[in-house]
């Protein structure tokens, strides 16, 4: 799809969502892109510098959950570097880590998968799955996390908002090893939304 099309899409979904700044309106330029994400000390086309955590827990499921599914959306998603550049113009703001190593991954039933920076401690995420549900999306995580005896273990979670509209996440007590694939990652995904689909038939 034509960038500045997608970029004018992706506008219009995000801007309700996002702080009341102005949205750069420039075509997509994967050099730019690249210099966006990795100079975060030279940037001089921010305003703030925003943590790694608020990214991955705020800024972007907040933006995720304001698309809809649809194959423009999805692509938007499939390619990480035109997603975190497009964030980070709307909030005028740069992440205070490098971003441009994120991988996705399109898994059956549509699932989007980013494989995220090594996690460097407990809560960040190594897997983000962007999961169609309905008429927009889910955002399912896997973040690390310790066994009492120090082991590493990674735990399925889902990014939401609280009722009071603040960011916040669910645990679902489905844990995966450290070395835990892509492919393990989604299998854990398709199992817990199968049991919960399962469960909402079952009381109805």
């Known amino acids: ?28 330029d994967a050099e730019a892109v ?6 975060v000390s030279d ?13 991955v827990n705020e800024m972007l499921p907040a933006t995720v ?10 692509e938007s998603i499939a390619d990480p570097a035109w997603l975190v550049y497009q ?19 399109t898994m059956d039933g549509g699932y989007v998968v980013w494989t995220m920076p090594k996690p460097r401690k ?11 549900d309905g008429s927009g999306y889910r955002v399912m995580t896997l973040e690390k996390s310790f ?4 082991t590493e273990i990674y735990e399925l979670c889902e ?19 450290g070395n835990c694939t892509v492919k393990q990652f989604a299998k854990a995904v398709h199992g817990m939304l199968s049991v919960e689909k399962a469960l909402s038939n079952k009381s109805h």
């Not at 690249?34 to 100079?39: F, K, L, R």
């Open 122 to 132: 407990e809560g960040e995420p190594k897997y983000i799955g962007f999961v169609p």
């Open 1 to 28: 799809m034509n960038y500045i099309k997608r970029a004018v899409l992706f506008a219009a979904f995000i801007m309700p969502f996002c702080l009341p700044v102005s949205v750069r309106a420039a075509s997509y």
């Open 43 to 55: 940037s001089v086309n921010r305003a703030v510098t925003v943590t790694y955590d608020k990214f």
């Open 147 to 150: 066994l009492l005896d120090g």
């Open 87 to 105: 964030i980070t113009n709307a909030y005028m703001a740069c992440v205070d880590r490098d971003l441009s190593a994120i991988t996705a991954r």
């Open 65 to 74: 959950r304001a698309l809809t599914v649809s194959p423009e959306s999805r």
């Open 34 to 39: 690249a210099d966006d994400n990795a100079a």
């Open 159 to 177: 990014a939401i908002n609280d009722p009071e509209g603040i960011a916040d996440h669910i645990n679902y007590d489905i844990q995966l090893a």
